[in-house]
Protein backbone atom coordinates (compact mmCIF):
# COMPACT_ATOMS: atom_id res chain seq x y z
CA UNK A 1 0.00 0.00 0.00
CA UNK A 2 1.28 3.46 -1.03
CA UNK A 3 2.34 5.39 2.23
CA UNK A 4 1.99 9.45 2.25
CA UNK A 5 3.48 10.76 5.68
CA UNK A 6 3.27 14.12 7.00
CA UNK A 7 5.85 15.33 9.34
CA UNK A 8 3.16 16.23 12.09
CA UNK A 9 -0.13 16.06 12.84
CA UNK A 10 -0.81 18.91 14.76
CA UNK A 11 1.46 21.91 14.44
CA UNK A 12 1.36 25.55 16.69
CA UNK A 13 3.20 28.55 15.13
CA UNK A 14 3.27 32.30 15.75
CA UNK A 15 2.41 35.13 13.05
CA UNK A 16 5.60 35.69 10.99
CA UNK A 17 7.23 32.61 11.80
CA UNK A 18 8.73 30.87 8.56
CA UNK A 19 6.65 27.04 8.66
CA UNK A 20 7.99 24.22 7.02
CA UNK A 21 5.37 21.13 6.45
CA UNK A 22 7.00 18.12 5.37
CA UNK A 23 5.67 15.12 3.22
CA UNK A 24 6.89 11.68 2.06
CA UNK A 25 5.99 9.11 0.08
CA UNK A 26 6.61 5.62 -0.35
CA UNK A 27 5.72 4.64 -3.96
CA UNK A 28 7.94 6.35 -5.76
CA UNK A 29 5.08 8.14 -6.91
CA UNK A 30 5.93 11.49 -9.91
CA UNK A 31 3.76 13.96 -8.90
CA UNK A 32 2.82 15.81 -5.61
CA UNK A 33 0.04 17.97 -4.40
CA UNK A 34 -0.38 20.44 -1.55
CA UNK A 35 -3.86 21.30 -0.17
CA UNK A 36 -5.23 22.94 2.30
CA UNK A 37 -8.99 22.39 3.46
CA UNK A 38 -11.43 24.42 5.31
CA UNK A 39 -14.75 23.95 5.88
CA UNK A 40 -17.46 25.40 3.63
CA UNK A 41 -14.08 25.74 1.13
CA UNK A 42 -13.08 22.03 0.41
CA UNK A 43 -10.03 21.15 -0.97
CA UNK A 44 -7.99 23.80 -3.04
CA UNK A 45 -4.66 23.00 -4.36
CA UNK A 46 -1.62 25.19 -3.38
CA UNK A 47 0.80 23.31 -5.39
CA UNK A 48 1.60 20.50 -7.52
CA UNK A 49 5.20 19.40 -8.78
CA UNK A 50 5.69 16.61 -11.39
CA UNK A 51 9.27 16.07 -10.72
CA UNK A 52 12.33 16.54 -8.66
CA UNK A 53 12.63 20.24 -8.79
CA UNK A 54 9.55 20.80 -10.79
CA UNK A 55 7.19 22.80 -9.22
CA UNK A 56 3.76 24.76 -10.09
CA UNK A 57 1.56 26.67 -8.70
CA UNK A 58 -2.25 26.01 -7.96
CA UNK A 59 -5.59 28.07 -7.21
CA UNK A 60 -3.92 29.45 -3.81
CA UNK A 61 -0.13 29.59 -3.68
CA UNK A 62 0.26 33.26 -2.58
CA UNK A 63 2.01 33.31 0.54
CA UNK A 64 3.45 29.54 0.58
CA UNK A 65 6.51 28.12 -1.42
CA UNK A 66 7.38 24.82 -2.13
CA UNK A 67 10.53 22.96 -2.26
CA UNK A 68 11.57 19.17 -3.66
CA UNK A 69 14.95 17.92 -3.90
CA UNK A 70 13.85 14.24 -3.82
CA UNK A 71 11.32 12.53 -5.36
CA UNK A 72 9.85 11.38 -2.22
CA UNK A 73 9.72 14.44 -0.24
CA UNK A 74 7.80 17.80 -1.07
CA UNK A 75 7.99 20.80 1.62
CA UNK A 76 5.53 23.33 1.64
CA UNK A 77 7.18 26.56 3.04
CA UNK A 78 4.72 29.32 4.30
CA UNK A 79 7.64 32.44 4.34
CA UNK A 80 5.70 34.59 6.51
CA UNK A 81 2.97 32.86 8.48
CA UNK A 82 -0.23 34.56 8.96
CA UNK A 83 -3.05 34.06 11.09
CA UNK A 84 -5.95 33.38 7.84
CA UNK A 85 -3.15 30.39 6.90
CA UNK A 86 -4.78 28.46 10.27
CA UNK A 87 -5.82 25.38 8.35
CA UNK A 88 -6.01 21.77 7.47
CA UNK A 89 -3.04 20.67 4.75
CA UNK A 90 -2.81 17.76 3.20
CA UNK A 91 -0.09 15.89 1.19
CA UNK A 92 -0.94 13.41 -1.85
CA UNK A 93 0.90 11.46 -4.34
CA UNK A 94 0.03 9.62 -7.45
CA UNK A 95 1.79 8.17 -10.62
CA UNK A 96 1.99 9.98 -13.63
CA UNK A 97 0.73 7.40 -16.19
CA UNK A 98 -2.17 7.12 -17.47
CA UNK A 99 -3.31 10.75 -16.42
CA UNK A 100 -6.31 9.53 -14.07
CA UNK A 101 -4.09 7.65 -11.81
CA UNK A 102 -6.03 8.27 -8.30
CA UNK A 103 -4.07 10.52 -5.72
CA UNK A 104 -2.68 8.92 -2.08
CA UNK A 105 -3.25 11.33 0.76
CA UNK A 106 -1.92 11.70 4.07
CA UNK A 107 -3.21 12.27 6.74
CA UNK A 108 -3.15 16.07 7.05
CA UNK A 109 -1.08 18.14 9.32
CA UNK A 110 -3.42 20.99 11.55
CA UNK A 111 -2.07 24.07 11.61
CA UNK A 112 -2.70 26.67 13.75
CA UNK A 113 -1.50 30.33 13.36
CA UNK A 114 -1.41 32.36 16.97
CA UNK B 1 -14.54 29.59 -14.31
CA UNK B 2 -14.91 26.01 -13.44
CA UNK B 3 -17.20 25.29 -10.87
CA UNK B 4 -18.01 22.29 -9.01
CA UNK B 5 -21.06 21.22 -6.86
CA UNK B 6 -22.18 18.69 -4.45
CA UNK B 7 -25.97 18.54 -4.15
CA UNK B 8 -26.09 18.80 -0.62
CA UNK B 9 -23.51 19.50 3.00
CA UNK B 10 -25.21 16.87 4.37
CA UNK B 11 -27.72 13.48 3.65
CA UNK B 12 -28.64 11.44 6.10
CA UNK B 13 -30.51 8.08 5.51
CA UNK B 14 -31.89 4.94 7.34
CA UNK B 15 -29.57 1.49 6.99
CA UNK B 16 -29.87 -0.38 4.35
CA UNK B 17 -31.07 2.02 2.00
CA UNK B 18 -29.41 3.55 -1.10
CA UNK B 19 -27.67 6.79 -0.91
CA UNK B 20 -27.64 8.76 -3.56
CA UNK B 21 -25.22 11.33 -3.84
CA UNK B 22 -24.54 14.43 -6.86
CA UNK B 23 -21.87 16.22 -8.12
CA UNK B 24 -22.44 18.85 -10.87
CA UNK B 25 -20.08 20.99 -12.87
CA UNK B 26 -19.96 24.23 -14.45
CA UNK B 27 -17.43 25.38 -17.48
CA UNK B 28 -15.54 22.64 -17.98
CA UNK B 29 -15.26 19.18 -19.81
CA UNK B 30 -13.24 16.79 -17.37
CA UNK B 31 -11.50 13.76 -19.00
CA UNK B 32 -12.31 11.45 -16.01
CA UNK B 33 -14.27 11.97 -12.81
CA UNK B 34 -13.26 10.36 -9.36
CA UNK B 35 -14.85 9.63 -5.96
CA UNK B 36 -13.15 9.86 -2.31
CA UNK B 37 -14.21 9.22 0.92
CA UNK B 38 -12.74 11.00 3.50
CA UNK B 39 -13.11 10.24 7.85
CA UNK B 40 -12.97 13.03 10.25
CA UNK B 41 -9.43 13.71 10.91
CA UNK B 42 -8.23 11.38 8.20
CA UNK B 43 -6.99 12.34 4.43
CA UNK B 44 -9.61 11.34 1.43
CA UNK B 45 -9.57 8.13 0.33
CA UNK B 46 -10.18 7.54 -3.95
CA UNK B 47 -13.13 5.28 -3.98
CA UNK B 48 -13.40 5.18 -8.00
CA UNK B 49 -12.76 6.10 -11.22
CA UNK B 50 -14.70 6.91 -14.44
CA UNK B 51 -13.82 7.69 -17.60
CA UNK B 52 -16.15 10.18 -20.06
CA UNK B 53 -16.50 7.71 -22.48
CA UNK B 54 -18.08 5.61 -19.65
CA UNK B 55 -21.33 5.48 -18.64
CA UNK B 56 -21.45 3.43 -15.18
CA UNK B 57 -18.56 2.02 -13.08
CA UNK B 58 -19.34 -0.57 -9.85
CA UNK B 59 -17.60 -2.10 -7.43
CA UNK B 60 -19.01 -3.92 -4.62
CA UNK B 61 -22.16 -1.87 -3.70
CA UNK B 62 -20.55 1.34 -5.12
CA UNK B 63 -21.91 3.07 -8.25
CA UNK B 64 -21.26 5.77 -10.26
CA UNK B 65 -22.37 6.92 -13.36
CA UNK B 66 -21.20 10.05 -15.62
CA UNK B 67 -23.15 12.33 -17.87
CA UNK B 68 -20.99 14.73 -19.68
CA UNK B 69 -24.27 16.31 -21.10
CA UNK B 70 -26.08 16.90 -18.20
CA UNK B 71 -22.00 17.87 -16.30
CA UNK B 72 -23.93 15.60 -13.63
CA UNK B 73 -22.30 12.36 -11.79
CA UNK B 74 -23.94 10.35 -9.85
CA UNK B 75 -22.79 8.18 -6.65
CA UNK B 76 -24.59 5.17 -5.29
CA UNK B 77 -23.94 3.27 -1.96
CA UNK B 78 -26.56 0.48 -2.18
CA UNK B 79 -27.83 -1.35 0.74
CA UNK B 80 -26.20 1.59 2.99
CA UNK B 81 -24.32 0.50 6.08
CA UNK B 82 -23.27 2.95 9.56
CA UNK B 83 -19.94 2.15 8.68
CA UNK B 84 -20.25 4.01 5.31
CA UNK B 85 -20.79 7.38 7.19
CA UNK B 86 -18.33 9.91 6.01
CA UNK B 87 -17.88 12.93 3.97
CA UNK B 88 -17.84 11.75 -0.04
CA UNK B 89 -15.90 14.25 -2.55
CA UNK B 90 -16.03 14.18 -6.08
CA UNK B 91 -13.07 15.21 -8.44
CA UNK B 92 -12.74 16.27 -11.95
CA UNK B 93 -9.56 15.39 -13.56
CA UNK B 94 -7.63 18.25 -14.65
CA UNK B 95 -5.57 18.21 -18.14
CA UNK B 96 -2.40 18.40 -16.33
CA UNK B 97 -3.34 15.24 -13.38
CA UNK B 98 -4.57 17.98 -11.17
CA UNK B 99 -7.72 17.34 -8.96
CA UNK B 100 -10.80 20.13 -9.18
CA UNK B 101 -12.58 18.65 -5.78
CA UNK B 102 -16.13 19.46 -5.00
CA UNK B 103 -16.67 20.14 -1.32
CA UNK B 104 -17.70 17.02 -0.06
CA UNK B 105 -21.20 15.69 1.11
CA UNK B 106 -21.31 14.33 4.79
CA UNK B 107 -23.04 10.99 4.53
CA UNK B 108 -24.93 9.92 7.60
CA UNK B 109 -26.66 6.55 8.00
CA UNK B 110 -28.67 5.33 10.37
CA UNK B 111 -28.95 2.14 12.54
Known amino acids: DVKVTQSSRYLVKRTGEKVFLECVQD?????MFWYRQDPGLGLRLIYF???????EKGDIPEGYSVSREKKERFSLILESASTNQTSMYLC?????????????FGDGTRLSIL | SQKIEQNSEALNIQEGKTATLTCNYT??????LQWYRQDPGRGPVFLLL?????KEKRKERLKVTFDTTLKQSLFHITASQPADSATYLC??????????FGKGTKLSVKP
Open chain 1, 92 to 104: ASSRDSPLEQPQH
Open chain 1, 27 to 31: MDHEN
Open chain 2, 91 to 100: ALGGSQGNLI
Open chain 2, 27 to 32: NYSPAY
Open chain 1, 49 to 55: SYDVKMK
Open chain 2, 50 to 54: IRENE
